[in-house]
């Protein structure tokens, strides 16, 4: 006895499934190929916007952190000019950890970029092995 075991992964079946499709409704394949076009091109074009957004909100992100660097560098600046050396170093420290507190984000955040991911799906995990004892016997 011998066993034969066929897979196929992607989003179109396989020529052979392709064949039944169209011997039990002519013009199904056609049909099949025009989903997973439009599917495809609706993807691309979530994807397209979602960049755009994610730019877009990254330069007013960036710039409302420059701004907001400014206006405390500012307030440092006349806190020293009316004699508030403590309230001078409170701002100049806000402002100095939180541009280094953002550039480490950064860099953290551009380590996990999208072109560092695998282009190989990765096998399914085995689940976690249950240790299974044999229930107590109550005395």
Same mark, same amino acid.
């Given at each position: ?62 710039? @409302? +952190?420059?701004?907001? =660097? ?9 806190? $020293?000019?009316?004699?508030? &050396?403590? /309230? ?8 100095? @950890? +939180?541009?280094?507190? =953002? ?9 996990? $970029?999208?072109?560092?991911? &695998?282009? /190989?799906p990765q096998p399914p ?10 229930p107590k016997k109550k005395?």
């Amino acid at each position: 006895m011998q066993t034969t075991s066929v897979q196929h992964r992607g989003p179109i079946p396989s020529p052979e499934q392709f064949g039944g499709y169209e011997q039990i409704l002519p013009g199904s394949a056609d049909r099949i190929l025009k989903m997973a076009e439009k599917e495809q091109d609706h993807r691309h074009d979530w994807e397209r916007r979602h960049l755009r957004w994610d730019g877009l909100i990254n330069i007013v992100s960036l710039s @409302f +952190g420059w701004l907001l =660097s400014l206006a405390l560098a500012a307030g440092a600046v006349y806190c $020293a000019t009316i004699s508030q &050396p403590t /309230a001078a170093v409170a701002l100049t420290s806000v402002a100095a @950890f +939180g541009a280094v507190g =953002s550039f480490l984000r950064g860099k953290r955040l551009f380590s996990r $970029a999208d072109h560092n991911l &695998p282009s /190989a799906p990765q096998p399914p995990s085995k689940p976690a092995q249950q240790n299974r004892r044999p229930p107590k016997k109550k005395r």
